[in-house]
C-alpha cells in the first residue's frame, strides 16, 4: 500500500507528538456542496450514490479538493445493515429513512440474517478499496458503522423518531428481546467494520447518534456494553500500523469515564461538552476528538476564529486532540465557512505542539 503523506490524525488518535491539530468533518461530505447535490442527482438516488464505488469515491473526495483537511471518511450510511438484513430500507424525497418491515417480536429478531460483508455489503468494501486506491497515501481513510443501539432505534421504530417510544416500550417491557438484537448487531458491526480494515480503512469510528436519549442506568447496558464487545472483536492492527478506534455518543457528555474504558484510542464530543472539562476527566487514557458547535459555520470568519482558539486553548497543550464538529456539518453553511475553520484551525495549533509543550 502507499505510505501515508499526511498521517497527523492517525498519530493525534494514538497521542502521539503531531505539529499542528489535525481536523475533518462530520458529514464533510455531503449537501452542503454543489458539487455533491450534482454526484447525487447523476446516481438518481441516495442509497445508488453509496452502492456505486466510483461515485461513493467521488464525493468522498469532493471535500478534500477544497479543504485542508486531514482525513478522508467513507461515504456510506448508518443503515446499511439493517438494509442488508432485509427490512426494506427507502428514503422517501425530502423524508428520513424508512423501513417496510420494522423488528417488532422476538420472531423478528431470531430471523434477522448477519450479513456477509464481502456479500450483501460489499458494494461498502468496494467503496472502501476504491477510495483507499485513489486517495493514493494523501490522508488516511475512516470507516465507520452506526452502534447497535443507534441502528437497532431505527429497526424498532421503523425509522427517524423524536420519542423513541416503541423501542424504550421493548427496553422496559422485553428487555431480552432487545438484548438479543442488540447482541446479534454487536456481532455484524464487528464483522463489518473489520472488513473494512481489511479493505483498506486506516482507522474507524462507531456513532452512536441516539445514545444520548438513554437513562442513565440504561446507557451503560443497552448502549456502551455492546460498543465495547465490538471495540473487544476489532482488528487494531493492519499493514503494519495501528487501527485507531473512536467511539462518538451523541449527549453522551455523562459517560465519559465509561467510554474511555472500553478500550477505545479516541472519544468523540458533541458541542454540549466543556473539552477542557473532558481532557481532565478522561485525557490521561484516550485522545479527544471535537466539538465545535456545528451553527458556528454560519457565523463570520473572526467568530469561526474566535470558537476555534477557545477549543484549542481548552484542550491545552500536546497531542491527542482530532478537530471536528460536535456533529455533523448543516447542509446550508456558506461553502467559504468549512475553509476559514479548517484554516483556523492549523494556523492556530501550531503554538500547541511546539517542542517542550508535548
Known sequence: ??????????????????DMTPVW???????YLPEY????????DFMSLCRNADLACEVTLQPLRRYDLDAAILFSDILTIPDAMGLGLSFGAGEGPKFARPIQTKADVDNLPIPDPEGELQYVM???????RELKGEVPLIGFSGSPWTLATYMVEGGSSKAFTKIKKMLY????????????????VTLYLNAQIKAGAQSVMIFDTWGGVLAHREYPQFSLQYMHKIVDGL??????RKVPVTLFTKGGGLWLEAIADTGCDAVGLDWTVDIADARARVGHKVALQGN???SVLYA?????EQEVSDILAGFGNGSGHIFNLGHGIHQDVPEESPKIFVDAIHRLSQPYHQQGNE
Open 1 to 18: 500500500m502507499t505510505e501515508l503523506k499526511n498521517d497527523r490524525y492517525l498519530r493525534a488518535l494514538l497521542r502521539e507528538p503531531v
Open 292 to 294: 465545535m458547535d456545528p
Open 173 to 188: 417491557s422485553e428487555p431480552k428481546v432487545l438484548h438479543a438484537l442488540l447482541n446479534k448487531l454487536a456481532d455484524s
Open 126 to 132: 468496494n467503496a472502501v478499496r476504491t477510495i483507499r
Open 25 to 31: 468533518m462530520m458529514r464533510q461530505a455531503g449537501r
Open 37 to 44: 447535490k450534482a454526484t447525487r442527482a447523476q446516481a438518481g
Open 300 to 304: 463570520p470568519a473572526e467568530r469561526i
Open 235 to 240: 482488528i487494531r492492527e493492519n499493514e503494519g
